[in-house]
């Protein structure tokens, strides 16, 4: 049963089990024009044996590429071992040039597809792809891929290509860079991703949908393209969107779902509009999880309840700071007090416990002293904060990537009060970020600050397993999402997770090889 093209993509370790969109996004286009995909999902997971019995089933002498997500995988033993971070950030991945093994497997498992198939592509996409430059690969693709990597088969298929749409740049005498360019032939309202049996789906599981894409707003601290969107554009219609929904629940009984949007509600009228369009004239009810913006439902309170009735289950808001000067500088300006008097009016009056609500904090931005922070902080460890849990990282960027959107910071870190110590790694060896320092603070101190709030949010119980990407824990869990959001994370048992997770994994290894 060997594919046209085969893709490779991670899971994240927090979780029992999680599909990556982007992948079955570019595996639907792919099969739309005539090619055959296999996606193997978790790869990471597998033994260099086991990786070789994948490459005999699926890769033949038709194999055009195989092609490897970058969003998260790294070497995860390199990251353990590195004292030079504190215990909660020695979790961070590193990106080495050998991916995404150590270096002696990277090379036997690149090799062994090379050895069943000499002319077979190995292509680097995904969120990473921007800064890697792996010797084992042939060609790098960077940005959203949907239509340029069909016109990349077409050119190793010998077939008919739109030069307009692939942008090819030679590294060296072997490799290739593939720039993302808009294509107005290529629709996404209208797009879907067609799951297939080969995906292996498992009834009731929590999947990824776009509903739109790309960002209105310019967060300086943000790398996400904004696609030159306005309130209106790259919104799905409802029509097809409606279809993608049914289909998957006729198909696998699918009613839970993460939206990928990085700001679902980014108007009222697109909130309303899906909610009377899809929503509301679906014959079941779906449930799911999503990146919101507080301060658009404070300028619109009319949006908290079209949310709920819509299917919010759980939701992450970027509030990043509660210190009104850092906020402002980063483009989020709602005074902290107006944030807190809105989320308590969520928990109090408009949704109770129905919907959960998490929230990402940011240590190190302008303005910002370790007084200021932990002065803040002291209302997220209340207990009678309304956030079920939250997550504090440190400020990063590295100068020395290239980067197709390139943050403001990044762009220009001295406007900001920050000076360079270490611009990174300039042969991109690893990935680091650029170390900096401000008046108020270094990147060492921000990192042990994110440390010990994030251990005192998991001993004190604050952080539970009920925010955005714990939402998949119900997959093979027996937890529901109202189970877990009356628990806390220490009430949840990391063996048990350990153990469903291996069950979840060998049941996709048997089913996978059953094909």
């Known amino acids: 049963m060997t594919s046209d093209i085969v893709i490779f993509t991670e899971f994240t370790s927090t979780t029992v089990f999680q599909r990556l969109l982007?992948?079955?996004?570019?595996?639907?286009e792919l099969r739309k024009n005539g090619y055959t995909v296999q996606v193997v999902d978790y790869f990471t997971e597998w033994n260099l044996d086991e990786l070789k019995l994948i490459v005999d089933k699926f890769v033949g002498p038709n194999t055009l590429f195989v092609g490897f997500s970058s969003t998260l995988y790294a070497i995860r033993d390199e990251a353990l071992s590195d004292s030079s971070r504190p215990n909660h950030y020695r979790r961070e991945l590193r990106y080495t040039e050998d991916f995404p093994f150590k270096p002696e497997v990277s090379h036997a498992f690149i090799s062994h597809i090379k050895e069943v198939n000499p002319n077979t592509k190995i292509v680097l996409g995904g969120q990473r792809s921007q800064y890697k430059n792996s010797k084992l690969v042939d060609c790098f693709i960077h940005g959203y891929a949907d239509h340029t990597?069909?016109?990349?088969?077409?050119?190793l298929?010998?077939?008919?290509?739109?030069?307009?749409?692939?942008?090819?740049v030679p590294i060296n005498d072997k490799q290739i860079e593939v720039d993302w360019i808009k294509d107005p032939e290529w629709n996404f309202q209208t797009s879907q991703v067609l799951?297939?049996?080969?995906?292996?789906?498992y009834e009731n599981e929590v999947l990824p949908i776009e509903i739109s894409r790309g960002c209105i707003f310019r967060c300086d601290f943000c790398s996400f393209p904004m696609n030159g969107k306005t309130k209106l554009d790259y919104i799905k219609d409802p029509g097809p969107l409606r279809e993608e929904f049914i289909r998957n629940y006729e198909q696998w009984g699918i009613t839970n779902y993460i939206f990928a949007d990085d700001t679902y509600n980014d108007s009222i009228y697109k909130v309303e509009k899906l909610y009377n369009e899809v929503f509301s004239k679906l014959p079941f009810k779906i449930q799911f999880s999503a990146y919101l913006r507080h301060d658009l439902i404070y300028q619109n309170r009319d949006m908290a309840p079209l949310l709920k009735e819509s299917g919010l289950k759980t939701c992450v808001f970027g509030l990043e700071s509660m210190n009104h000067d850092s906020a402002k500088a980063i483009g989020k300006g709602l005074h902290p007090e107006k944030g807190k008097e809105l989320l308590h009016w969520l928990r109090d009056d408009e949704w109770g416990k129905d919907i959960t609500m998490s929230?990402?904090?940011i240590v190190g931005l302008p303005h910002e002293t370790e007084e200021t922070f932990r002065e803040w902080m002291k209302w997220v460890e209340d207990p009678n904060c309304p956030l079920d849990g939250y997550t504090v990282e440190p400020l990063g960027f590295n100068i020395n990537e290239k980067k197709i959107w390139p943050s403001k910071f990044e762009a220009d870190p001295e406007s900001y009060g920050y000076t360079i110590v270490n611009k990174g790694v300039a042969n991109n060896s690893f990935f680091k970020w650029s170390l900096w320092t401000n008046k108020h603070m270094s990147l060492p101190k921000a990192w042990a600050l994110a440390d010990e709030y994030i251990m005192r949010g998991y001993r004190s119980g604050r952080i539970r397993p009920a925010g955005f990407f714990q939402f998949m824990w119900m997959n093979g869990t027996g937890l529901t999402a109202d189970d877990l959001a009356g628990m806390s994370v220490k009430n949840v048992s990391a063996t048990f997770l350990k153990d469903k997770k291996a069950e979840w994994f060998d049941q996709y290894k048997t089913r996978l090889f059953n094909l």
Do not use: C
């Open 195 to 201: 799951w297939q049996p080969n995906d292996l789906i």
């Open 22 to 28: 982007g992948a079955y996004r570019i595996a639907t």
């Open 359 to 361: 929230s990402g904090f």
């Open 149 to 155: 990597t069909v016109e990349y088969a077409h050119f």
């Open 157 to 168: 298929a010998g077939k008919p290509y739109d030069a307009s749409v692939l942008k090819m």
